[in-house]
Nanobody
């Protein structure tokens, strides 16, 4: 059974940091690109970042460039999203997702249809 479990969300003040984790099981993690999406109340789900299955190439949404860092540890079947200098507009439920053989780099345009498996989400709230 494919499973993705996010953790690390919480309440943080403006300017603070959080590190989200995405623990994967039930599939060959190395073969899958991992994406992080977020959804705020009343808004569509949007792609925040992505890391490729092959060479570790990455994509970042413009508004998080320089503040967020995506990484993966294939030995631990886990992906991470380090979020620094958090802003109130970063408040959302954050989801990780896995896409078979997905390649993403700075030219990638996130599409939820590229990802076949999703976690349950973790809430991130940035208070001012």
């Amino acid at each position: 059974e494919v499973q993705l479990v996010e953790s690390g969300g919480g309440l943080v003040q403006v300017g603070g940091s959080l590190r989200l984790s995405c623990a994967a099981s039930g599939f060959r993690f190395d073969d899958y690109g991992i994406g992080w999406f977020r959804q705020a109340p009343g808004k569509e789900r949007e792609g925040v970042s992505c890391i490729s299955s092959s060479d570790g190439s990455t994509y970042y949404k413009d508004s998080v460039k320089g503040r967020f860092t995506i990484s993966r540890d294939n030995a631990r079947n886990t992906a991470y999203l380090q979020m620094n200098s958090l802003k109130p507009e970063d408040t959302a439920v954050y989801y990780c997702a896995a896409g078979d053989s997905l390649y993403c780099d700075e030219t990638y345009s996130p599409d939820t249809r590229d990802f076949g498996s999703w976690g349950q989400g973790t809430q991130v709230t940035v208070s001012s």
